[in-house]
Each structure stands twice: as C-alpha cells, then as structure tokens.
C-alpha cells in the first residue's frame, strides 16, 4: 500500500523532474486484493507522462535465445521446440523448468557442454511440480465468483462456451461473462477465443485455458461433489439442445454422464460414441468406448443391468473380432452366451452362439458348427 501511494504521489507532480518510475504489476493478480493498484494504474494512464508495456508470452525464437543462454546452442536446438510447448512461453515457468531438469539430472552440465539426459519427447512430459505449485497458488488467489466460475470451465473442457460453462457452473450467463472477460483480460488462466453457433442456434462467446496444464490443475482441485454436480448440469443442458441428434455430441455427452456417475446414461452414450467410430471405420475407438459402457453398465440395478450389459457385450464382442483381436472377442461372446444362458435369455444367448460360429467358420470349423 505505501508504494501505491507514493507512486500516486510522483504521478502527480506538476513541475518537471528527471526521474524515470519503472513499475511492473502481474496482470493474474487477484481483484479484490489489488483493487488500490489497479486504480492508480487507470489513474497514471490517464496522464500523458505514462504509458504502459504489456508483455506476451515468448515466442519460439525468444525462448530459443534463452536457452542459448542458459544451456548451450546445442542443448537449446534439441530441446527447444519441447520447451515452448511445455511452457506455452510463461517465462516463470521456462526458468522453473529448466532448474528442475537440471535438478533432477534431465539434463547435465559436462566437459562438453550442456547435454540431455533422455530424448526431448520425455523432457515435455516432466511437468515439474514446483510449476503445479505456482499455478495452484494463482488459483487460491482468486476471488470466490472468479473460482467458481474457473472451476466449471475446467469440467466443461480445454476450449469453453460461455454457456455450456454457464450450465455448469448453474449461473446466468449475464453474470457470468464479466467474471470470464476480467480473467481472459488477465491472460493468468484463459484467454478470448471469438465466438461459436451453437447447435441450437444461438451464439455465444468462446474461451480457451492458456495451458492445458491449467486446466488439468484446476480440475484435480476442484471439490469432487461440486465437479460431478458441474458434469451432470452440462451433459443435462447438451442433452436438450441435442434431442433428436443425440449422435452429434455423444462422446462429451457420454464424458459428461461420467464424471456425473449416471451410469445409465454414460452406457448409453458411450454405444451411441462407439456407433460413430464404426462408422468412420474405427473398431479400435468403438471397442475401448463399448469397454467402458460395459464397465458403466455393471454398476446398474440388477434388472437393468442385465438388460443394458447383454446388448452391449455382444456389441463389444463384435468390435474386437473387426480390430483383429479374435481372441478377445471369442472369450466376450463365450462370457455372454454363457450368462444369457444363466440368465434364461435366450434371444441374447443366440445372438452370442451365431457371432461365434461366424467368427470361427474360418479357423475351426467344428467349433463353428
């Protein structure tokens, strides 16, 4: 507080003086705490003696010249390029980087100079957690209705609309948009990306996380409670704007649905998502999708459990035979036909028996008959 003062004070002075001020301030700071700074900032504008340099994120370029610097030509050439991707350009977190790297042995000062440890792909993988620790304190800095608002976009994805977020966060979008626009124009954890139809028609703005490490960070720390209430709230509202073309969003429906733990409908958009990839000739995707509702299916009360599980077991069945995984997908059928035989089923259980002759009339044959 008494720096602010005196620099309201010198942005004051009439008569001329010799004095260059040079004052940086980080735009992620909170609102409610620097309220008093930001207002002497607006206030020193205003005067024609002040002017403002707001810095961006380094570029490629810049962020090969520090490493130059810090590591060698040599080192900065090979792991440049995984730098800046890990960083997004942050120089805070391109120095807390690199020491960690270099704490940990990644990456070694020798008689021949700098030099990497482990290929450049590893380095982009080794987050260090004093770069998780910074952003998890910019995110206790917020104020409440900035936290709230950030912790909904985190369950809505990387990229947002200011209205599926809205959903999620169970807030009027009126209210909602300032609290995103002072965050964007703070640049700590999302930025303005333009404006998206939606597939009801209406348009709404778009923002993006910086980094998808923000996202990430903000999501592992949001309440578990208030994350699956944020999910169940926007897979609803994705539900009525899709009604009738539920297809077109099954797979963020189905992510919804999950970390909502509506089992039921997470089973049944993940089918709808595995219909989709076979159709774009993907049985891989549509057997990893088709294991998932399976998984879901099982946490189903007993009467419908049998019922959702059945048609998606010889589902799966089928996309493992078209991956190739042949094996795999005898042992699902056998397990099927096995339990709709239990179970008294028996249009299931014929089902099972002919997807597995079929499967086996070409490496044996007696089995198949």
């Not at 009439?14 to 004095?19: E, F, G, H, N, Q």
């Amino acid at each position: 507080p008494a720096t602010i003062d005196v620099l309201n004070s010198l942005g004051q002075r009439r008569d001329p003086a010799r004095l260059l001020r040079l004052a940086t301030m980080r735009s992620s700071e909170p609102a409610v705490a620097s309220a008093p700074l930001r207002r002497a900032h607006a206030d020193l504008l205003a005067r024609p003696h002040a002017s403002q340099l707001r810095l961006q994120p380094l570029s490629d370029d810049e962020v090969a010249g520090y490493l130059d610097l810090r590591v060698g030509r040599d080192l900065s050439r090979e792991i440049g390029a995984a730098m800046h991707q890990l960083t997004a350009g942050n120089p805070l977190f391109l120095a807390t980087a690199i020491d960690h790297l270099v704490r940990k042995g990644y990456i070694v000062d020798s008689r021949d100079g700098w030099r990497a440890q482990v290929p450049a792909e590893t380095l982009a993988g080794a987050v260090p957690a004093s770069l998780a620790g910074t952003v998890t304190r910019a995110l206790e800095e917020l104020a409440g209705d900035e936290r709230q608002a950030i912790d909904a976009a985190s369950v809505v994805g990387t990229e947002f609309s200011l209205w599926l977020a809205a959903h999620a966060a169970d807030m009027d979008e009126l209210a909602l948009e300032p609290v995103f626009e002072m965050l964007a124009r703070r640049r700590t954890f999302i930025v303005r990306e333009g404006v998206v139809e939606l597939a009801n028609g209406i348009f709404s703005p778009v923002y993006r996380f910086t980094h998808g490490l923000y996202q990430e960070i903000v999501l592992e720390h949001t309440d578990p409670k208030t994350r699956a209430d944020a999910h169940g709230r926007a897979g609803r509202a994705m539900e009525r704007v899709f009604a009738g073309r539920e297809h077109e969003a099954a797979a963020d429906l189905a992510c919804h649905f999950h970390g909502a733990g509506d089992h039921l409908r997470a089973a049944q958009y993940l089918r709808v998502a595995a219909g989709n990839a076979l159709k774009r000739y993907a049985p891989r995707e549509a057997a990893a999708l088709l294991h998932g509702a399976v998984t879901h299916a099982a946490h189903l009360p007993p009467d419908e459990r049998t019922r959702v599980e059945m048609s998606l077991m010889l589902e799966l069945g089928q996309a493992q035979l078209a991956t190739g995984e042949t094996d795999l997908g005898i042992l699902t059928l056998r397990r099927l036909e096995r339990r709709a035989g239990d179970e008294r089923r028996h249009d299931d259980r014929l089902r099972a028996l002919l997807t597995l002759a079929e499967a086996q009339v070409g490496i044996a044959r007696e089995a198949a008959l």
